[in-house]
């Protein structure tokens, strides 16, 4: 009787234990970016956010500020009312997934001293029919917040080429085999809202995709000079990179006041 019941048990599902953002690095290479010739390897298997592995974040930039205080201050070990995965998740709460998921009032922010020039964060966009993508400067929630935190002004954008992209077992995309293709400089203006980013290099890069069925690039934003915040100017923030939403979605309003 028990082998009866013990065959017709379902099976137990593993749960998955997250890595924390202490633990998983940034993605160092992308400091070399500057020194990279046309087909040159980038370090790193870039997971979309819709993988749903939160530390694979940390891959798409080069540093970030995890927290977000007074009301969110996480610690290097997880508090008693905490699961592990509750705990790894907030570690990775503000990394460079919050450029991609499409939502002005969340931000990336640069995480070393000073006002981050130099530092890099990573989008991907879509290129079929679009040799253009959007950008969205610093904390854009309110007019208070926006003006709170520095924003970049001039910036270095470099194009990275996944020579293949597959699905991960969680969902999602990955990025596999990424080498870099070129670069461009753009001065931001100082108002808010999306700002559009005509891709240069689009022919060129549409010719080297060519027969991919959904083509698609990585943009790496490179902060040269910021606009410094009135309050957290020690803080450079990135509110989105993208351009997978109608251009309607990228002309309205951003600011709620």
Not at 121 to 148: A, H, M
Request: with cysteine; proline share 5%; aromatic share 12%.
């Amino acid at each position: 009787m028990l082998g009866v019941l013990l065959l017709a048990s379902p099976a137990f599902s593993q749960v998955e234990t997250y890595e924390d953002c202490f633990s998983k690095k940034n993605n160092a290479d992308l400091k070399n970016l500057n020194k990279k010739q046309k087909g040159t390897a980038v370090d790193g298997v870039f997971y979309s956010s819709t993988a749903k592995i939160p530390a694979e974040g940390m891959t798409w930039q080069t540093s970030f500020f995890r927290d977000r205080p007074p009301k969110f201050v996480v610690g290097k070990t997880k508090l008693n009312n905490q699961t592990n995965n509750e705990w790894a998740k907030d570690t990775c709460r503000f990394n460079a997934y919050k450029v991609q998921d499409q939502q002005e009032g969340t931000f990336w922010c640069e995480g070393v001293p000073g006002p981050g020039i130099g530092e890099v964060v990573v989008g991907y966009i879509g290129l079929e029919n679009k040799n253009y993508f959007y950008i969205l400067p610093g904390d854009q929630y309110t007019r208070k917040t926006f003006e709170s935190y520095s924003r970049p002004l001039e910036i270095v954008v470099h194009y990275l080429i996944p020579s293949k992209v597959d699905t991960s077992q969680a969902g999602g995309s990955m990025f596999l085999d990424v080498v870099y293709f070129g670069k461009q400089s753009v001065t931001l203006s100082k108002d808010s809202g999306y700002q559009k980013i005509e891709i240069q290099p689009y022919k060129e890069i549409m010719k080297e995709l060519k027969g991919k069925e959904d083509p698609l690039v990585l943009v790496a934003i490179e902060i040269k000079s910021v606009i410094e915040g009135k309050e957290n100017k020690e803080h450079t923030c990135i509110a989105e990179i993208g351009n997978f939403k109608d251009d309607a979605f990228y002309k309205k309003p951003t600011l709620r006041d």
